[in-house]
């Protein structure tokens, strides 16, 4: 269309319906870095590889993109995109303009999509979460902690029977929220139904036992949108509150389907983020998890996996309070590398600190976090010396302690699990 040259406006300034992406970009060799803008913009909507007479004029000035900001230190280029590029309540659409075949281009050496901002027009045309934080504090009568989960282990290899177990001794020993882990679905030694069957019974049994609500989120990452649907079904006729689903495996019109459906299930949805570092981990190319977070907010996924800053799995502090921000504020000013985003009708998402976690870890988790999260554990409570009982409550004894300003070492000398925790982790 001869017009690349042409998307390079840093006099631009935004317009209030301007959807606005943030790309980390490396030309290839050869390749100038304003070149490189310019077919970026272009190939992610209106342009293609030459001349052609099809759009009119006056649409394509409308249309255009504009590349109003580039900082060649950083490799930080800002683009905006009219609103009409995109339909609307259409995630898979979004990404196949903003991060679709400008990954392929041979112009380019490395493309990250670091952050997207939602004009509100479009956030508007999205549900959010049908629960968000209030509603899962209503739903387990938790105003004002910290929630504490814990993921069945080992990951797969238990039956229906011994997974129900573990996760009834979690309960008992103070865990909120027990849930199956990634890969765990609907195989032979411990099939789904059975699972969610024998799982809940022993929820209701904690629940007498303790006085406390318990729920339990089954994972209904399915092969088809038909028997993922199906599964929540079963959950929700069975008793059930929660349901898992992994999100990129699945793919984003699972989820935007399972959203739909959720107003007649009305399931809390807990997202695992599992698959995600293909895209994230990689800090000059492909697609940061913050921007995936602000997507599973306007789906609407009730909690997140969002990293721990501590733990096991990758993602710096900086980064992770980034995307809990994303999640929990109805407004996010421009900071650092993330761009203002105002989220208007959208319901908040439960962030999810996750991998690697174990009792001793508490209180530094309520420092980075507050109380808006949901701290889950897996080995760091089955794997305690005295059981999954004990590990449960060594939990609940940290953040009692956390909460209460107490250290960690004070507080175990009146509460066993938690010393014999400190013996083991510290």
């Known amino acids: 269309m001869g017009m690349l040259e042409e998307y390079i406006d840093l006099e631009y300034k935004p317009a209030r ?158 865990i909120d929220l027990v849930k199956d882990d990634e890969n765990l679905t609907n195989q032979t030694f411990n099939p789904f139904e059975r699972r969610v069957i024998k799982t809940l019974e022993m929820r209701d049994k904690a629940e007498r036992e303790t006085g406390e609500r318990k729920v339990y989120a089954a994972n209904i990452t399915a092969p088809t949108c038909d028997e993922m649907l199906k599964r929540a079904q079963f959950i929700k006729e069975q008793g059930g509150e929660y349901a898992m689903i992994d999100i990129i495996p699945t793919g984003f019109t699972a989820l935007q389907t399972l959203r739909e459906e959720n107003d007649i299930l ?33 789906i609407g996924l009730d909690q997140l996996h969002i990293g721990t800053a501590i733990g096991k799995m990758h993602g710096g502090k900086e980064e992770v309070l980034a995307i809990r921000d994303n999640c929990v504020l109805n407004h996010i000013n421009s900071r650092l590398k993330v761009l203002e985003q105002d989220w208007c009708n959208i319901n908040s998402v439960f962030p999810v600190a996750s991998g690697g976690l174990q009792p001793i870890m508490v209180p530094k988790l309520v420092e980075i976090f507050g109380k808006d999260i949901i701290m889950q554990f897996g080995g760091g409570v089955h794997a305690h010396p005295l059981g999954t009982k004990a590990g449960a409550m060594a939990v609940r004894q940290a953040l009692d302690a956390a909460l209460g300003g107490i250290p960690l070492e004070e507080y175990s000398h009146t509460h066993k699990e938690l010393k014999v925790a400190m013996e083991k982790w510290s």
């Open 266 to 298: 009305n399931l809390v949805l807990h997202a695992h983020r599992c698959m995600h570092s293909a895209m994230t981990r990689n800090p000059r190319h492909g697609i940061s998890m913050l921007v995936i977070a602000k997507l599973i907010r306007l």
């Open 17 to 174: 319906d301007d959807l606005i992406c943030e790309y980390y970009v490396e030309p290839a060799n050869g390749v100038g870095f304003e070149e490189a803008c310019g077919h970026i913009a272009g190939e992610s909507s209106i342009d293609t590889w030459a001349d052609i007479l099809t759009l009119s004029p006056k649409l394509a000035e409308k249309l255009k993109p504009h590349v109003f900001d580039i900082n060649r230190e950083t490799h930080a280029v800002k683009i905006a995109y009219h609103l009409d590029l995109f339909e609307g309540n259409s995630v898979p659409q979004l990404l196949s303009s903003v991060a679709g075949n400008i990954f392929s281009m041979k112009l380019l050496k490395n493309l990250r999509l670091q952050d997207v901002s939602f004009p509100a027009k479009y956030v508007k045309a999205f549900k959010g979460p049908r629960f968000g934080i209030p509603g899962v504090r209503k739903l387990l009568n938790v105003k004002d902690r910290p929630l504490c989960g814990t993921i069945v282990k080992p990951k797969v290899g238990l039956s229906s029977e011994k997974h129900a177990q573990v996760a009834y001794e979690a309960w008992l020993g103070g």
